[in-house]
């Protein structure tokens, strides 16, 4: 359950019930991330000329339920966002896409104060883009003997560049 806000409790004779905030935000209205995320689910099945039915029915569920998502009401997992990628024929990344600053400050991480104070690993290379698009181009090579002979020469320059750096100082 996401942390209570003063408003999320109400009750009688003292007993309080606490509403779940997780991934609201404190008005009570779905985060802006969702609404985004939803937003492009609905973009890419109108695209495809999909109805709501339908990609219910390649997914499992009903159309109310693909209705919620799209309207960001209800959030979507990380298992659902990859079924998604998958019948909508496009990368999770694109439910990401276009999306304004605004926006990506309204995720729940930049709403908590706590999590705001945590260090991202900024300078790890694992962590760029240009690296997944980089071990996906690789992986795209389909012949084994010149995929071998590019990783065999990105080690020769990485040492070479090593070896300088090592002279240089």
Known sequence: MGL?????FEGEDDVTYARSSRGRMPSGKPNPVDVHV??????RRTLLG??????????GLTFQQVQKY???ANRIGASRLWDLSRVLD????????E??????????RNLN????????????????????ELVRAYYRIKDYHVRRRIYELAKSLATTQEDSTDTDE
């Open 4 to 8: 209570a806000q003063e408003q999320d």
């Open 38 to 43: 939803g937003g492009r689910v609905r973009l």
């Open 90 to 97: 496009c990368p999770v990344q694109y439910f990401f896409d």
């Open 50 to 59: 999909m109805t709501q039915e339908k990609l219910g029915e390649a997914l």
């Open 113 to 132: 104060e706590q999590s705001r104070d945590i260090e991202l690993p900024e300078n790890d290379p694992m962590t760029k883009r240009e690296t997944l």
């Open 99 to 108: 999306m304004d600053s605004q926006t990506q400050e309204a995720s729940p």
């Open 70 to 72: 799209e309207r960001g």
